[in-house]
T-cell receptor, first 115, second 115 residues
Framework: KAGVTQTPRYLIKTRGQQVTLSCSPI?????VSWYQQTPGQGLQFLFE???????NKGNFPGRFSGRQFSNSRSEMNVSTLELGDSALYLC??????????????FGPGTRLTVL | AQSVAQPEDQVNVAEGNPLTVKCTYS??????LFWYVQYPNRGLQFLLK??????LVKGSYGFEAEFNKSQTSFHLKKPSALVSDSALYFCAVRDPTSGTYKYIFGTGTRLKVLA
């Protein structure tokens, strides 16, 4: 089974631009979560999607948005980029169950650099 | 509110010695607890989880973790460390009674195994 894939792997943008990151989950996984990883802040939860609906959202400004498609693929968008948005963005998928104890499977991440 | 603490930013251990990476949590209900490992330039990989039952959980690569409800801890252990175990380790918690689907991650502990 193919793992979680993320594209692109590396991205360089300038302040004020916008960016779209893509994530393809493991086949059969309907839950997709996004995280921002920085050296100082660790892993910060952005949002989670299940069946095209945002189920949960972290404490990020409205410039960060996402969506999920009917095939479970997900995208996240960051508008009006700021220098502080430079980070590794990780996507994770999991089997959704009512018990919610499934582990997450992470992609390799997209390294975003904002100049 | 749910939270996870990894009190040590870095742990150094000699190869062949036992290792412990500490994690404590705070949730209102009975937690689901997870450990993940991250190698350089990679996403996180699942190591093990505690859902219910036996307090000692065995996982990948010879790692195990002990759930201690009275101390609200879930420390990661390995009897004999390898140089290849050097990586960044994350503890995560999910509260099944919270009504959310969020995983809360600790800030990570860098493990260095010295030859």
């Amino acid at each position: 089974k193919a793992g979680v894939t993320q594209t692109p792997r590396y991205l360089i943008k300038t302040r004020g631009q916008q960016v779209t990151l893509s994530c393809s989950p493991i086949s059969g996984h309907r839950s997709v979560s996004w995280y921002q990883q920085t050296p100082g802040q660790g892993l910060q939860f952005l949002f989670e999607y299940f069946s095209e609906t945002q189920r949960n959202k972290g404490n990020f400004p409205g410039r960060f948005s996402g969506r999920q498609f009917s095939n479970s693929r997900s995208e996240m968008n960051v508008s009006t980029l700021e220098l502080g948005d430079s980070a590794l963005y990780l996507c994770a998928s999991s089997l959704a169950s009512s018990q919610n104890y499934n582990e997450q499977f992470f992609g390799p991440g997209t390294r975003l650099t904002v100049l | 509110a749910q939270s996870v603490a990894q009190p040590e930013d870095q742990v150094n251990v000699a190869e062949g010695n036992p290792l412990t990476v500490k994690c404590t949590y705070s949730v209102s209900g009975n937690p689901y607890l997870f450990w993940y490992v991250q190698y350089p330039n990679r996403g996180l990989q699942f190591l093990l989880k505690y859902i219910t039952g036996d307090n000692l959980v065995k996982g990948s690569y010879g790692f195990e973790a002990e759930f201690n409800k009275s101390q609200t801890s879930f420390h990661l252990k390995k009897p004999s460390a390898l140089v290849s175990d050097s990586a960044l380790y994350f503890c995560a918690v999910r509260d099944p009674t919270s009504g959310t689907y969020k995983y809360i991650f600790g800030t990570g502990t860098r493990l260095k195994v010295l030859a």
